[in-house]
């Protein structure tokens, strides 16, 4: 009986190879006649944007709303890509893109079953499909599809083809390819899948939409074990762990693709619309500890209200983190708007540059002595502190620390508003003076306004001896060597970062660790903190996007404690900013006469100014050639003695308006004179 057999099943056996190597040929055939084939749409991705290490911050989905993450083979888990080709190509790598025995295989249970027992499609047949979508099931669309299979490994090679299913297999609804499925399905990268995990994912594309586990659990129970146990019969795993992985439960719903750093993301992408990959500066670990302390604390002082976050590496100028607001999808408090970019009254938090430019100017020291008292300037500007009194005589540094609102007037009227807001503008900040009116001497006190960036910006100026850098957000700008604008000289900067070390902390925090300030502008609309040591400057704000006042809103209790958080998040201890050779540490009863008390009176009829040299000029003293000649300093006006500073260092005193000094190099210098009434003047020159 079986010998009778034997012709007849070799006779079915030479069939069915003839049937295989017939489509084969059929196909190869077809193949010079198709079209070349069009992958511009499968080549198609999310637009994504990475941080500074490449970590995922956020996906947006591509034009027609599906999510298809670009993915290398090389950042798959090897173990899924082992049980992908052996549940669904074991000859991957060995055939040209039809599996010639797969074929034949499945011709022979179909002819023996009387029915479809198993497929025969190769990974390169299915990237044609998926390329080539054609809805009609029949033998010459069979045909076409391994035509296209033989073409795309010719043309692409098995690596490309690889890429292409990983990228566009389907997973269920508009996810597609294993990154988007991988991320939407257990919240993680697929470099670090678990075994039940990559099955799972091995599973999903034969039946995505009956398998999906947020809709069909069991069934995708089933398909995982499926793939584990052919694995583990293939020896790609071992039993154990295949019988293992059986016990992991299915996901039963979909994650949220990363949303880090929202309003930064949104911004690069609209920025360079045609690239497909952005890499912020951002340090994706940092901001996902930030933005949910931020969104805490707002959502504890009031309804409504919102809050910014922006974290600067001051060395660099790069954005490490940016926190627009307190929640990017809480409609309530307006989450979708960045207020690291809106336009805000900073209330106190302009001052310490009022300071430095009265420290550099050599109007004042910080042990300078002024009065705190009620004043009135001009016919009816009569500015009072903010728990309406007043402390008397105090040196500007506690006047600063405190955050005094008369003595800082007082500078301002000294240092001039006009100039002020100059400097202001100089160093890069978008200053904005209600209704385009003329700079009053409110303006110490908030009356303009400013962004959180560009306040965080002048910030890290400080820090960096007074350099104000260009706010850096992606990887691919360029390092520019362009000299930095100048919010202060190096030594005013530091009088003032020490000056702002110690001011008193907020409860619980400890002292002399964090140079900071606060502000509150009128009517309780916002509240800010901003803080930095020699690594990092930290600007915070909290209120109302739409500018309503929220009773209660104080810089000092709502901002500076987020502020003190936000830096114990960073790891380490602050670091204090190196002190300057030139800078003058003294008691105020050893400062030179004028510096010891600021004076609103007593001027001299004749206004003291320099005459020699001009402001901005380029002098040349032989500065290249070894030591420089000695410069000639010429004053009018003023009550003598004079006193003449530079870089806010005195350097020598004179009973006559000409005097002579000795520049140990070249450079840009910043050149004062005092009278002995207080009436100051200043220059930069460069000397060369």
């Known amino acids: 009986m079986a010998a009778r057999n034997r012709p007849a099943t070799r006779r079915m056996a030479w069939g069915l190879a003839g049937l295989a190597a017939g489509l084969t040929l059929a196909a190869a055939w077809l193949w010079p006649d198709l079209p070349p ?194 694995a583990a019969a293939r020896g790609v795993v071992p039993a154990a762990e295949a019988f293992a992985a059986k016990a992991e439960p299915v996901p039963h719903g979909r994650r949220p693709f990363p949303m880090l750093a929202a309003h930064a993301a949104e911004a690069a992408s609209a920025q360079e619309p045609a690239l497909a990959v952005h890499r912020l500066t951002l340090d994706a670990r940092l901001q996902a500890r930030l933005e949910p302390l931020v969104a805490e604390r707002a959502a504890a002082i009031a309804p409504g209200l919102s809050a910014a976050l922006l974290v600067i590496d001051n060395a660099t100028g790069e954005v490490r983190a940016q926190v627009g607001s307190a929640g990017y999808l809480d409609a309530t408090r307006s989450g979708a708007i960045d207020m690291t970019g809106a336009v805000r009254s900073p209330g106190s938090a302009l001052k310490p540059f009022v300071y430095a430019m009265a420290f550099e100017s050599g109007l004042a020291h910080p042990e300078t002595l002024i009065e705190d008292r009620p004043s009135r300037f001009g016919a009816s500007y009569a500015p009072e502190n903010f728990d309406l009194t007043f402390q008397g005589t105090v040196t500007a540094r506690r006047a600063l620390q405190l955050s005094l609102n008369v003595p800082a007037v007082e500078l301002m009227e000294a240092v001039g508003p006009a100039r002020f807001i100059a400097r202001l503008r100089s160093a890069g900040a978008a200053i904005a003076l209600p209704r385009d009116a003329a700079p009053g001497l409110p303006v110490a006190l908030g009356g303009l306004g400013i962004t959180l960036a560009d306040l965080a910006r002048l910030y890290a100026g400080l820090a960096r001896g007074g350099a104000v850098p260009v706010l850096k957000r992606r990887l691919d700008t360029p390092t520019t060597d362009a000299v930095l604008p100048r919010i202060a000289e190096p030594v005013a900067s530091w009088y003032v970062a020490d000056v702002l070390r110690g001011t008193p902390p907020p409860e619980s925090a400890l002292p002399n660790r964090l140079a900071y300030k606060t502000g509150t502008s009128y009517g309780y609309r916002d509240a800010w903190a901003v803080g930095f040591d020699r690594r990092y400057t930290i600007a915070v704000w909290l209120g109302r996007p739409d500018g309503a006042g929220v009773p209660g809103l104080v810089g000092r209790i709502a901002a500076a404690p987020l502020l003190f958080d936000a830096f114990a998040r960073l790891g380490g201890d602050p670091e204090p900013m190196a002190r300057p050779r030139d800078a003058l540490v003294a008691t105020t009863s050893a400062l030179p006469p004028p510096l010891r008390t600021l004076r609103r009176d007593g001027g001299p009829t004749d206004r003291l100014r320099i005459a020699y040299p001009p402001d901005g000029a380029r002098i040349d003293l032989g500065a290249q050639e070894g030591v420089p000649a000695g410069l000639a300093l010429k004053a009018l006006g003023g009550t003598l003695p004079l006193t003449w500073l530079v870089g806010g260092l005195p350097v020598t005193e004179s009973d006559r308006r000409q005097a002579e000094w000795q520049p140990d190099g070249a450079g840009f210098v910043r050149i004062s004179v005092l009278d002995a009434a207080g009436a100051s003047d200043s220059v930069l020159v460069r000397i060369e």
């Open 37 to 230: 084939l069009d992958l511009t749409a499968a080549n198609a991705r999310s637009t994504i944007v990475l941080d500074r290490a490449g970590t995922l911050l956020r996906p947006f989905a591509t034009q027609d709303g599906r999510w298809r993450l670009p993915l290398e083979p090389g950042a798959v888990d090897p173990r899924f890509l082992a049980m992908l080709t052996a549940y669904e190509d074991r000859r991957f790598r060995d055939h040209p893109g039809v599996d010639a025995r797969a074929l034949l295989r499945a011709a022979g249970q179909w002819l023996a079953a009387g029915r479809i027992v198993s497929g025969a499609s190769t990974l390169s047949m299915q990237v044609a499909r998926l390329v080539e979508p054609r809805g009609e099931r029949s033998l010459k669309a069979k045909l076409r599809q391994i035509a296209r299979a033989i073409e795309l490994e010719r043309r692409l090679g098995k690596d490309e083809v690889l890429r292409l299913y990983l990228a566009l297999a389907p997973y269920g609804g508009p996810v597609e390819g294993l990154r988007a499925a991988s991320l939407a399905y257990f919240g993680r990268e697929p470099a670090r899948l678990t075994l039940a995990e990559a099955a799972l994912l091995v599973a999903l594309p034969q039946a995505p939409e009956g398998r999906r586990p947020d809709r069909f659990p069991e069934a995708a129970r089933r398909a995982r074990d499926r793939v584990l146990d052919l």
